[in-house]
C-alpha cells in the first residue's frame, strides 16, 4: 500500500467512525448543557419562591400561611393583594420557563414542586376568590393551567 493509499484509508475511517463519534458527543454535551441550564433557571425560581415567602413573614400579621383568613384592615388587604400579586407572578414566570407539554424525568419532577405550591396557594379561599383579577392580561396557557388547578380544589371555581 502506498502512502497515498493510508491517508485515504484513514480519511475513510474519520468520516465513517470518527464523524458519527463526533456527532454523538456533540450531542450529549448539549444535552448535558441544557439540563444544566434548566436547573439553573430552576434553583432561580426557588430562590424567588423563597424570597417571596420571606416576605410573607416579614407581614405575618396577614396571616397568609395560616388556613383560615384572618380578619383584615384595608391597609393589610392592600399589601395581602400585593403580595398575591407578586405570586402570580412567580407562578406565570415558573409555568413560562420550566412547564413544557412533554416533560423528561427530571423536568417533571422540578415542575411537580411548583405545581404543589400553586395548588397549595389555591387551596386559600381569598386566594381563588382574587385569582381571576390577578390572572387578567397574563399568558394565556398560564391562565389555563392555573384556573385548572384552582377547580380542582374548588369546583364552583370559574376564571
Not at 36 to 57: R, T, W
Not at 123 to 145: A, S
Amino acid at each position: 500500500m502506498t502512502y497515498l493509499q493510508w491517508w485515504e484509508l484513514l480519511s475513510y475511517v474519520v468520516t465513517v467512525i470518527g464523524l458519527p463519534f463526533a456527532i454523538i458527543v456533540f450531542i450529549k454535551e448539549q444535552r448535558k448543557e441544557r439540563e444544566g441550564e434548566e436547573e439553573e433557571i430552576y434553583q432561580k425560581l426557588s430562590d424567588e419562591y423563597a424570597d417571596f415567602l420571606k416576605l410573607v413573614l416579614q407581614n405575618s400579621d396577614l396571616q397568609l400561611r395560616s388556613v383560615k383568613g384572618a380578619s383584615l384592615n384595608d391597609e393589610q388587604q392592600e399589601r395581602k393583594a400585593i403580595l398575591f400579586d407578586l405570586l402570580v407572578s412567580l407562578f406565570e414566570r415558573a409555568y413560562i420557563l420550566a412547564y413544557e407539554d412533554r416533560m423528561t424525568k427530571p423536568q417533571q419532577r422540578r415542575w411537580q414542586s411548583w405545581e404543589d405550591y400553586m395548588l397549595e396557594w389555591c387551596r386559600r379561599e381569598d386566594f381563588r376568590k382574587n385569582l381571576p383579577t390577578m390572572l387578567q392580561g397574563e399568558d394565556k396557557e398560564f391562565v389555563q393551567y392555573i384556573a385548572g388547578l384552582a377547580r380542582l380544589v374548588d369546583r364552583s371555581f370559574t376564571a
